[in-house]
């Protein structure tokens, strides 16, 4: 059985579905290609493939900048330009919801699966194109729930299979050469909600004046591509636009506090129940399940009120706990069995099925 996965997006989505990809090429008289216009891209899964069980298919590039782990050349152009080598397959698997523009393709017949990427609670995250595929991978209930909800899956094409990026998390780091307490600022890339766009002087100078703290700051690589670099002379500050470590979990592994505003990297930070503060500076009205993840930690409305909310944070803590619990359960699906095999379990039994049943 041949399955490709498409990997025309940019890295930070590649950890949602390698660990499967990796799974079902180890499962007998299967063959798992993956399709990319990177060269880096298939570097960076084959550093994840030591036994070469991948079979890398390096797609035309459309006119673009360098090659990039984070610039990407358009999906749509890369879809056209590629399409009779992405249509060949039988079974798709991608994380973007760009594949979906295939089926306007008269002809077109290879059977779409989205791993929906990430578990957070924006809004954006909900899209008409997921009604396009086959059968859509979550990581937990909640996603069931809202795409079930929201018409743009029945319940037999949509699945629960856990959060196999946990598989490839990196441990915990020492990014400083001291003990103080660690805060990680990870503002979001929407521009209508994340609290940088308007908002990043005031809170860098903010960060700037936390000399009992060090900070890293390393936004979603959506917004390092979008805004002018973070800069700061500050020696407790680490910046980072966007590397390895931005997208591997180093951070949230490695952080005492996590600073946000809508990214649905909370939940990667919440593996380990700690410390949550969130910035509502547009002073919106958080009632609603798009800010669901507010509830698991102090809101605040201003960013001079951080020093006065980090100092609090300890103490509050273990009223946030029982809450942080059931919000990830609700989020990511933490079965004993590792979400890689779940998933894995769940596009073979896929794909093996007649088509109209």
């Given at each position: 059985?041949?399955?490709?996965?498409?990997?025309?997006?940019?890295?930070?989505?590649?950890?949602?579905?390698?660990?499967?990809?990796?799974?079902?090429?180890?499962?007998?008289?299967?063959?798992?290609?993956?399709?990319?216009?990177?060269?880096?891209?298939?570097?960076?899964?084959?550093?994840?493939?030591?036994?070469?069980?991948?079979?890398?298919?390096?797609?035309?590039?459309?006119?673009?900048?360098?090659?990039?782990?984070?610039?990407?050349?358009?999906?749509?152009a890369t879809l056209?330009?590629?399409?009779?080598?992405?249509?060949?397959?039988?079974?798709?698997?991608?994380?973007?919801?760009?594949?979906?523009?295939?089926?306007?393709?008269?002809?077109?017949?290879?059977?779409?699966?989205?791993?929906?990427?990430?578990?957070?609670?924006?809004?954006?995250?909900?899209?008409?194109?997921?009604?396009?595929?086959?059968?859509?991978?979550?990581?937990?209930?909640?996603?069931?729930?809202?795409?079930?909800?929201?018409?743009?899956?029945?319940?037999?094409?949509?699945?629960?299979?856990?959060?196999?990026?946990?598989?490839?998390?990196?441990?915990?780091?020492?990014?400083?050469?001291?003990?103080?307490?660690?805060?990680?600022?990870?503002?979001?890339?929407?521009?209508?909600?994340?609290?940088?766009v308007t908002h990043?002087?005031?809170?860098?100078?903010?960060?700037?004046?936390?000399?009992?703290?060090?900070?890293?700051?390393?936004?979603?690589?959506?917004?390092?591509?979008?805004?002018?670099?973070?800069?700061s002379a500050a020696?407790?500050?680490?910046?980072?636009?966007?590397?390895?470590?931005?997208?591997?979990?180093?951070?949230?592994?490695?952080?005492?506090?996590?600073?946000?505003?809508?990214?649905?990297?909370?939940?990667?930070?919440?593996?380990?129940?700690?410390?949550?503060?969130?910035?509502?500076?547009?002073?919106?009205?958080?009632?609603?399940?798009?800010?669901?993840?507010?509830?698991?930690?102090?809101?605040?409305?201003?960013?001079?009120?951080?020093?006065?909310?980090?100092?609090?944070?300890?103490?509050?803590?273990?009223?946030?706990?029982?809450?942080?619990?059931?919000?990830?359960?609700?989020?990511?699906?933490?079965?004993?069995?590792?979400?890689?095999?779940?998933?894995?379990?769940?596009?073979?039994?896929?794909?093996?099925?007649?088509?109209?049943?």
């Amino acid at each position: 059985m041949d399955i490709a996965f498409l990997a025309i997006a940019e890295a930070q989505q590649l950890y949602h579905w390698l660990p499967a990809a990796l799974e079902l090429a180890r499962r007998p008289d299967v063959r798992v290609s993956i399709l990319s216009p990177s060269d880096q891209i298939l570097a960076l899964v084959a550093s994840y493939d030591p036994e070469k069980r991948l079979i890398p298919v390096r797609l035309r590039r459309p006119p673009s900048r360098a090659d990039s782990l984070f610039r990407q050349p358009s999906r749509l152009a890369t879809l056209l330009l590629n399409y009779p080598t992405i249509a060949h397959f039988p079974v798709l698997v991608t994380t973007e919801i760009s594949t979906a523009w295939a089926r306007r393709v008269p002809g077109f017949s290879s059977r779409l699966i989205l791993i929906k990427h990430g578990a957070g609670d924006r809004e954006g995250g909900y899209k008409k194109r997921h009604a396009d595929f086959d059968l859509t991978l979550v990581a937990g209930e909640k996603d069931r729930r809202r795409l079930i909800g929201r018409g743009l899956c029945t319940p037999d094409a949509v699945a629960v299979g856990g959060y196999p990026k946990f598989e490839l998390k990196a441990p915990r780091q020492r990014f400083f050469d001291n003990d103080r307490p660690v805060l990680l600022y990870n503002p979001h890339f929407d521009p209508k909600l994340s609290s940088w766009v308007t908002h990043g002087p005031a809170v860098l100078a903010t960060l700037e004046a936390l000399p009992d703290w060090n900070v890293i700051i390393a936004p979603h690589t959506k917004l390092a591509r979008a805004v002018p670099p973070i800069v700061s002379a500050a020696p407790h500050i680490r910046i980072d636009m966007g590397s390895r470590h931005s997208i591997d979990m180093s951070y949230t592994m490695s952080a005492d506090v996590y600073l946000g505003d809508v990214s649905s990297q909370v939940y990667e930070f919440l593996i380990q129940p700690r410390p949550c503060i969130f910035l509502n500076l547009d002073r919106r009205d958080a009632s609603s399940e798009a800010f669901a993840h507010w509830k698991l930690g102090q809101v605040i409305e201003s960013a001079d009120a951080l020093p006065a909310a980090l100092a609090r944070a300890a103490d509050l803590q273990p009223g946030f706990v029982a809450a942080q619990e059931a919000a990830m359960r609700d989020s990511i699906d933490l079965s004993p069995i590792p979400a890689s095999q779940r998933q894995a379990d769940i596009i073979l039994n896929f794909a093996k099925r007649p088509k109209d049943s």
